[in-house]
T-cell receptor, first 113, second 114 residues
Framework: EDQVTQSPEALRLQEGESSSLNCSYT??????LFWYRQDPGKGPEFLFT???AGEEKEKERLKATLTKKESFLHITAPKPEDSATYLC??????????????FGKGTKLTVNP | EAQVTQNPRYLITVTGKKLTVTCSQN?????MSWYRQDPGLGLRQIYY???????DKGDVPEGYKVSRKEKRNFPLILESPSPNQTSLYFC?????????????FGPGTRLTVT
């Protein structure tokens, strides 16, 4: 069964305190791994796509990396406005030959001023 | 403005009363999908559609129906809603290319079934 596990479930940081979020996955036929940001009561907002091990993407204070079994979202010198739930998702090939997106449960990040 | 719209945003209904949640996108995307989000369970896919007249079940399709008669619209139908379908629902769309799952999400529909 395709699974995506994110850790920790919740993370509290002080402003400027760098850290990393983890996303580990077990899927057959990985097509891509995605990171989203979700603010309370809103739809997820796309951040990054990673396709192959060793790939890295950056956007402002965020950097996503990918290995064969997991992905990390590194947050450098976070600010309070980075507070949100970060979702990881993997694109997996189904038995029927179509593709679906499997989401992790997310990491709720709180950055205190 | 490129966007995914959902209506209604909030809905309170009673058990068994049929309802439809509409979803529309203006980006000419081939792929559309419905998710539900519940505390502790995360986002779970209900149904998805790769193109007009092509739909497939996601992880939690029981109790739901969809149709894709036009490229821009993908309504979610609950024929006989039950309290366990109380949830936050999101519609999403994306183009079908290598980056096919850079999905754009709608604002969500909060459904309460009493």
């Amino acid at each position: 069964e395709d699974q995506v596990t994110q850790s920790p479930e919740a993370l509290r940081l002080q402003e400027g305190e760098s850290s990393s979020l983890n996303c580990s996955y077990t899927v057959s036929g990985l097509r891509g791994l995605f990171w989203y940001r979700q603010d309370p009561g809103k739809g997820p907002e796309f951040l990054f796509t990673l396709y192959s091990a060793g790939e890295e993407k950056e956007k402002e204070r965020l950097k996503a990396t990918l290995t064969k079994k997991e992905s990390f979202l590194h947050i450098t010198a976070p600010k309070p406005e980075d507070s949100a739930t970060y979702l990881c998702a993997v694109q997996a090939l189904t038995q029927g030959g179509s593709e679906k997106l499997v989401f992790g449960k997310g990491t709720k990040l709180t950055v205190n001023p | 403005e490129a966007q995914v719209t959902q209506n209604p945003r909030y809905l309170i209904t009673v058990t068994g009363k049929k309802l439809t949640v509409t979803c529309s996108q203006n980006m000419n995307h081939e792929y559309m999908s419905w998710y539900r989000q519940d505390p502790g369970l995360g986002l779970r896919q209900i149904y998805y559609s790769m193109n007009v007249e092509v739909t497939d079940k996601g992880d939690v399709p029981e109790g739901y129906k969809v149709s894709r008669k036009e490229k821009r619209n993908f309504p979610l139908i609950l024929e006989s809603p039950s309290p366990n379908q109380t949830s936050l629902y999101f519609c999403a769309s994306s183009p079908l290319r290598r980056s096919s799952y850079e999905q754009y999400f709608g604002p969500g529909t909060r459904l309460t079934v009493t």
